[in-house]
């Protein structure tokens, strides 16, 4: 297919936002891309149909919403109308989990794109993509994860194009031919904060960082803490990333020539990643470079694959830690927190590979232990090894 024949579907296929969810049934499926890639027209209009009456329920999967779905398809003036099923909890909708609005599907997102694949029929996936080009090919940007494949697998797929959106290298290209419907929304993203580290986060960050060696492939987790860690990293030579999340702090050692890559067992050279976030400079460093590369979620995080990667060391940050050595990081204060995402994909897969190591870190807290005996304080974690 040549570019002209790539830009006629594409004008063919281009609708309002509005035309593109006309057709969407009750009861219909939907899942759409998380963090920078939430589909802001999209939902807007999905969101106008359920408050008119025209669509009378919707069922929705999705992960930790941004302000624009909590205000539009997620607003609590649609709870009779719409039935969502969370994929991993946020502060966002931590609260909606609470309370029972929303459900909680427990998952390893590697495993995510297969509970997709073999689950309900996915009726409608929307995302935001980067802008067509010349041989007719969206990218995914910053967000592949598993709605790379709810769009492959949707009977109605629909694209945001968005020109802020970074073109992004590796298995992350959807065709024009292979979408229902395109719409155009050039609109800025907001800067996705940066993890803000508490007092204590640079003595475990710096006792973090001695573990981590010149020429290790590395993987952080989200947070302050983690990202605390790149501030300890600057010496370092050679750094490799292969990463869920691939973080602002991230992108600098990239930038600063800390981490090349040049000693990778697996796709050297290359910054590997299935999720990222950040500001319009980090994006800017994404767009159309080759250095970075996306995958799918199935991909990223599984087990075998991270293990091929000598000496990666992957960091995590957990909620609590009991006596017996047991991590906690989704559950505090009888309610779901967080979600199993894609820790204990990295904590298994980094055990596995040659001269790996999983590193779990934990704030000092004092606690009250109750087994029977005098009370007192808990043992303080900071920073453990496995």
Not at 345 to 373: E, F, P, T
Request: aromatic content about 6%; hydrophobic content about 45%; overall charge negative.
């Amino acid at each position: 297919m040549d570019a002209s024949d790539a830009a006629a579907i594409y004008c063919d296929k281009l609708l309002s936002a509005d035309d593109a969810v006309a057709p969407i049934a009750d009861g219909s499926l939907f899942i759409f891309g998380a963090a920078l890639a939430e589909p802001q027209a999209v939902l807007w209009a999905l969101a106008n149909r359920l408050r008119a009456g025209e669509l009378k329920r919707l069922r929705i999967m999705s992960g930790p919403p941004m302000a624009c779905a909590l205000d539009s398809v997620l607003a609590l003036g649609l709870a009779d109308c719409v039935e969502r099923i969370s994929t991993f909890v946020g502060e966002g909708d931590r609260g909606l989990v609470s309370v029972g609005l929303d459900q909680y599907l427990p998952n390893h997102f590697h495993q995510l794109p297969r509970l997709i694949e073999e689950g309900p029929p996915v009726d409608v996936a929307a995302t935001v993509v980067s802008p067509m080009d010349g041989d007719g090919y969206f990218s995914f940007g910053t967000n592949n994860d598993s709605i790379s494949t709810a769009l492959r697998c949707a009977k109605r797929p629909i694209v945001e194009v968005n020109s802020f959106m970074p073109r992004v290298h590796g298995d992350s290209r959807l065709h024009v031919s292979a979408v229902a419907a395109v719409v155009e929304n050039h609109s800025p993203f907001p800067d996705f904060a940066r993890g803000v580290p508490e007092p204590n986060d640079e003595i475990i960050a710096r006792s973090v960082a001695a573990m981590i060696a010149d020429g290790d492939t590395i993987q952080l987790g989200v947070g302050g803490l983690p990202m605390a860690v790149c501030a300890f990293l600057a010496e370092r030579r050679d750094l490799g990333i292969h990463t869920e999340f691939l973080s602002a702090a991230m992108v600098d050692l990239v930038t600063q020539g800390v981490a090349t890559g040049a000693r990778k067992s697996l796709h050297p050279g290359k910054h590997v990643f299935t999720v990222a976030a950040g500001d319009r400079a980090m994006l800017d460093v994404l767009h159309d470079n080759p250095a970075f590369e996306s995958y799918p979620v199935s991909y990223t995080n599984h087990q075998a694959v991270i293990a091929r990667n000598d000496n990666l060391v992957s960091v995590n940050s957990v909620l609590e830690v009991d006596l017996l050595g047991q991590a906690n990081a989704e559950f505090l204060a009888g309610h779901q927190f967080s979600g199993s995402g894609g820790q204990l994909d990295y904590v298994r897969g980094a055990y596995d590979a040659r001269h790996g190591k999983s590193i779990l870190v934990h704030r000092r807290r004092d606690r009250v232990v109750h087994l029977g005996v005098p009370r007192r304080p808990s043992r303080r974690h900071t920073a453990s090894e496995y």
